[in-house]
């Protein structure tokens, strides 16, 4: 199933505390944001990628994408404020109204079945997304008080890539920007359409890399990989 990719670049890496955006960070010599495009780069159902980036990393991202052979980027938009803008700017350049993706540039253990699920799915359904089940014991607390335990059977942690049909985001976005609503990703915002989001169960190992000590968890990742 054919796609495109929206890879938002944009943010900051606060909590990674690195002092710059953490995707310029190496896990065994790469930088992040490359192991990911590396995955995009190496399917043939991809047809683009479009990376929502901040100005100022411009010339470090554009040295990377030349000296690691990353052919499929077609464009680097400038991203926004929030999450959520970074990725209606790179909405906005993507044409054909067929299925595109939006993965975290922070989750470079993303692999290709997984993808081509995702890509099956959503030809049914026009909007799914990666999700596990959680495991932890969920309550809701309220001034260091438990006020419920939420039913765990029903909690699924949702990662990326989400993926919808290119006109049904498009919708969804406009709709936010004019209720001026951020969600916290970007099925959130086709469910407030309304339109229904599927599941598709992925696993694990496609942490995003948030705080530091994911770094030690993304070294054993490949680690593992390498060993399999
Ligand atoms: N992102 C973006 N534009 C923003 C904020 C985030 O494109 N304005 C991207 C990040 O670069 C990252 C993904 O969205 O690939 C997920 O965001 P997150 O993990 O929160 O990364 P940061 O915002 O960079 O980190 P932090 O919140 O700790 O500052
Ligand atoms: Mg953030």
């Known amino acids: 199933m054919a796609y495109q990719v929206i890879i938002p670049a944009a943010g900051q890496g606060k909590r990674m505390g690195a002092g710059k955006n953490k995707l310029f960070l190496e896990i065994n010599n790469i930088p992040v944001f490359i192991l990911t495009l590396s995955v995009f780069e190496k399917d043939e159902q991809c047809h683009g990628i479009f990376l929502a980036i901040h100005p100022d990393d411009r010339r470090q991202f554009e040295f990377l994408i030349q000296k690691y052979h990353i052919t499929k980027v077609r464009a680097l938009v400038e991203g926004g404020k929030e999450r959520q803008d970074s990725v209606y700017a790179a909405l906005k350049q993507v ?19 997984l993808i081509h699920k995702l890509t099956k799915v959503t030809e049914m359904t026009d909007a799914a997304v990666i999700a596990v089940p959680v495991k932890d014991t969920i309550k809701k607390v309220l001034n260091n008080r438990v006020i419920e335990t939420i039913e765990r059977s029903s909690l699924w942690a949702i990662q990326t890539p989400q993926a919808f049909r290119l006109s049904l985001l498009l919708r969804a976005h406009l709709k936010a920007e004019q209720e001026g609503m951020i969600g916290t990703d970007d099925a959130s915002l086709v469910e407030h359409l309304p339109h ?13 890399l948030t705080t530091p000590e994911d770094l030690f968890f993304a070294e054993a990742i490949l680690k593992k990989r390498q060993n399999e």
């Open 95 to 113: 044409k054909d109204d067929g299925i595109v993706l939006v993965h975290d540039a922070a989750r470079p253990f993303i692999d290709l079945p």
């Open 196 to 208: 229904p989001v599927a599941i598709v169960e992925g696993n694990y190992d496609n942490i995003k």
